[in-house]
């Protein structure tokens, strides 16, 4: 199945503010302690998942346009969508981590806390 594409209406934003971004790579090791001496290492496998996690300010519409892809079109997160990475601009694979945290600041603004992974 193709990927779905994150919503693209002019007014919707493409990233995370990035004041409130973080990234960080999955642990593709596996430790062993051994009796003595060093601990083992090895790799675990060859792809991992980049975890990202920012900040979006949106309007109440822009927070309904969010809402129904998250729960409609890509079915509750369970669907990956092309993105655009936050840091680097390329277009990305990626899928909800976790579902939305809505944060109300006033009546037409929404701070939004998204945890999104980046699939290899």
Known sequence: MAAITWPTSGSFPQKFIMGGYNESNQDPLIRT?????????????????????????LTTAQVTTLETFYKTTSRYGSILFNWTHPRTGATVEARFKAPPVFVPLSKELIQVNLAIDIIP
Do not use: C, K, L, N
């Not at 003595?36 to 060859?46: D, I, K, N, W, Y």
């Open 33 to 57: 302690e051994m009796d003595s001496g060093p601990e083992h290492v090895r790799q675990r496998f060859t792809a991992v998942e980049t975890q990202t996690q920012g900040i979006m300010y």
